[in-house]
């Protein structure tokens, strides 16, 4: 199946200052789209400003690559945060289970190979 990424983005709309709290809505669906089915999940791609609920995959890693823009990737490990920078073609390949967010995202473009089911929190997991 071939699908054409720019084709995919050029249809996001730019979510403004998402929060976590958006994650438990309805209000961020332009923003976000599946390009194809892979494996247990999907290849999606977005586009957003701001920063996301904590969440995690118990099934698999998650490929987390940056298109355009900027945004800081926070895994929780033994109870502390793990922040990494990524711009435009820089990838991080978070593991199976740790929990992790998105903060001070700039106009990210992001693509992600994310793994189901992906479990979420507001709250700064314990454990």
């Known amino acids: 199946m071939k699908k054409s990424l720019t084709e995919v983005l050029s249809g996001l709309k730019h979510l403004a200052n998402r929060s976590p709290e958006m994650a438990f809505g309805n209000d961020a ?35 987390v690559m940056v298109l355009e823009g900027t945004t800081t990737v926070v895994l929780l490990r033994d109870a502390k945060e793990e922040r990494y920078f990524l711009a435009a073609n820089e ?11 998105f903060e001070e995202s700039d106009r990210v473009k992001v693509m992600t190979i994310t793994p189901q089911p992906t479990e979420h929190s507001l709250d700064t997991p314990v454990g």
């Open 29 to 63: 669906g332009e923003a976000f789209a599946e390009v194809a089915p892979y494996r247990d999940g999907a290849v999606y791609v977005s586009y957003y400003s701001g920063s996301s609920e904590w969440e995690r995959h118990p099934n698999g890693d998650e490929v």
């Open 91 to 101: 990838l991080v390949v978070i593991p199976v289970g740790v929990w992790h967010r």
